[in-house]
C-alpha cells in the first residue's frame, strides 16, 4: 500500500541552526511533492513544491530536495526562528486529483 | 480576501443527531476535499470533488457523505454520527491548472465532538 513517512519525533534545534526534515515515501509514483506548515489547531499552509524531474527548490530560508531514486524529500530551513517553531508535513499526489495525501508530519522546535 | 471558510468552528453533538458541516471558497477553484485529522495518525482524506456533481471517496469515507451542486461550496455530511467521528475536521481547494504550483488552501478547522 502506498505510504509516506515522517520521523514522528520532534525536531528540536538552536536558533541560527539548519533543521532538516526528511519525508520518505513507498508504493507512489508522485508528480510532484509539497511541503505544509501547521500550527497548533489550524489548518496546514503550503510552502512550497517540487516537481519529479527537479532536484532542488529554494524560496527564501527553505530549501526542498527531491530525490525519486531513493524516494526521499528533505526539507531544509537554514538560519531557523523560534517562529519557525511548527509541525511540517509533506504531501503527495500522483497528478490526479490535485489533491495531495499528507504524512503525519514533524514537529519542528527551536530553542532561543 | 481569498480563503476557505468553514462552519461551524466547534460543534458538540449526540451520536446519531444528523449534522452538516459547510465549506465555501472564493477563489474558483475546481478541487475540494475534506480531512479529517487525530492524533498520531495525521490528515486522512475522507472525500474529494473534482468539479460540480464530480466526488470521490478518499481513504476514510464511511460514516460521511458530501456533496458538490455549485463550485464554491462542497459541505461534509454525517448522517449518523458516532463518537469515533470526534476529530478536527478541515476543508481544503485547489485550483486546476497550475498543477499543484499554488498548493491546496485550508479552512480554519472544525473541531467535532459526538457524545
Known amino acids: 500500500s502506498q505510504k509516506i513517512e515522517q520521523n514522528s519525533e520532534a525536531l528540536n534545534i538552536q536558533e541560527g541552526k539548519t533543521a532538516t526534515l526528511t519525508c520518505n515515501y513507498t508504493n507512489y509514483s508522485p508528480a510532484y511533492l509539497q511541503w505544509y506548515r501547521q500550527d497548533p489547531g489550524r489548518g496546514p499552509v503550503f510552502l512550497l513544491l517540487?516537481?519529479?524531474?527537479?532536484k532542488e527548490k529554494r524560496k527564501e530560508r527553505l530549501k526542498v530536495t527531491f530525490d525519486t531514486t531513493l524516494k526521499q524529500s528533505l526539507f531544509h530551513i537554514t538560519a531557523s526562528q523560534p517562529a519557525d517553531s511548527a509541525t511540517y508535513l509533506c504531501?503527495?499526489?500522483?497528478?490526479?486529483?490535485?489533491?495531495?495525501?499528507f504524512g503525519r508530519g514533524t514537529s519542528l522546535i527551536v530553542h532561543p | 480576501e481569498a480563503q476557505v471558510t468553514q462552519n461551524p468552528r466547534y460543534l458538540i453533538t449526540v451520536t446519531g443527531k444528523k449534522l452538516t458541516v459547510t465549506c465555501s471558497q472564493n477563489?474558483?477553484?475546481?478541487?475540494m476535499s475534506w480531512y479529517r485529522q487525530d492524533p498520531g495518525l495525521g490528515l486522512r482524506q475522507i472525500y474529494y470533488?473534482?468539479?460540480?456533481?464530480?466526488?470521490d471517496k478518499g481513504d476514510v469515507p464511511e460514516g460521511y457523505k458530501v456533496s458538490r451542486k455549485e463550485k464554491r461550496n462542497f459541505p461534509l455530511i454525517l448522517e449518523s454520527p458516532s463518537p469515533n467521528q470526534t476529530s478536527l475536521y478541515f476543508c481544503?481547494?485547489?485550483?486546476?491548472?497550475?498543477?499543484?504550483?499554488?498548493?491546496?488552501?485550508f479552512g480554519q478547522g472544525t473541531r467535532l465532538t459526538v457524545v
Open positions: 470533488s473534482m468539479n460540480v456533481e464530480v466526488t
Open positions: 477563489m474558483n477553484h475546481e478541487y
Open positions: 504531501a503527495l499526489d500522483s497528478g490526479g486529483s490535485y489533491i495531495p495525501t
Open positions: 517540487i516537481r519529479e524531474n527537479e
Open positions: 481544503a481547494s485547489s485550483p486546476m491548472g497550475t498543477r499543484g504550483r499554488l498548493g491546496a488552501f
